[in-house]
């Protein structure tokens, strides 16, 4: 008597994700509680999708680790105006992740395609604002706030570069031809479905960082800052909801993305 059934493919599937999830941590590229989301993520996801729902989450968690560990040294001054650094906790990581794996245990329960294109289009937007983020600093250019029309200071949110916006698309693009080369046939207009809600979903994130996100001043050395505690004194509020945070902000786009692609079901 068996409770439950497992067949060789579900263990190859959850070595794996406890192989990329571990060396996720020991490269500090995930903190242990990290490290310990992305397990439970990647489990829901090889479990429902298997190795295509593997192979979408890998191709977003290997590039944007290559990404944050490239050209570490233009970004240097950058972190100090982030709440957080590089190695992502367990909620950035289901900042980043939850809202896709929200969308496939949907697809689960449902059988409907379109919650696998939600599933897409969550991630692609993840992997766009992650895209934007590591690579818009390194435009030569400060960013221009989209609230101000003032140039700020790189890592600003809610500020927009001509290298961010590209890096924004291409990694929608990115995600979106990855999903749809593995689900057989290629649909073009699911591609520009799919591509177009993941960048909608970092234009989102934009327009929040400008509006809605919080931010402190730092009343040391007076650089504006999403940290609570800056120079080691508390920073004081100067804009957004008390809520709203770059958590907050990344879920919030990567869930409409999802939800955008919805709104497309015929009939
Ligand atoms: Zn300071």
Known sequence: MTVFSVDKSSVLIFLIVLLVS???????????????????????????????????????????????????????????????????????????????????????????????YSFAAAIAAANSDTWASEIGPLNRKSPLSIRSFKRVKKGTSGAVSLLGTVAALAGSIFISFIFLTLHDP????????ISSAGFLGNVFDTVAGAYWQEEFICPVCSSSTEAYIHCGVPAVKSKGFSWMNNECVNFLSSFLAGAAVLLFIPG
């Open 22 to 116: 571990y060396g996720g941590w020991k490269t500090r590229n995930l903190s242990f509680s990290g490290a310990l989301s992305a397990l439970i993520m990647g489990c829901i996801i090889g479990y429902v999708y298997g190795w295509n729902g593997l192979l979408l989450l890998g191709a977003f968690f290997l590039s944007s680790s290559i990404w944050s560990k490239l050209f570490t040294g233009s970004k240097a001054e950058i972190e100090g105006r982030l709440a957080k650094s590089s190695v992502r906790d367990w909620q950035q990581v289901w900042a980043n992740g939850g809202p896709a794996a929200l969308f496939i245990i949907l697809y689960h329960f449902t059988g409907s395609e379109w919650w696998l």
């Open 186 to 193: 290629f649909q073009w207009p699911l591609f520009i479905l």
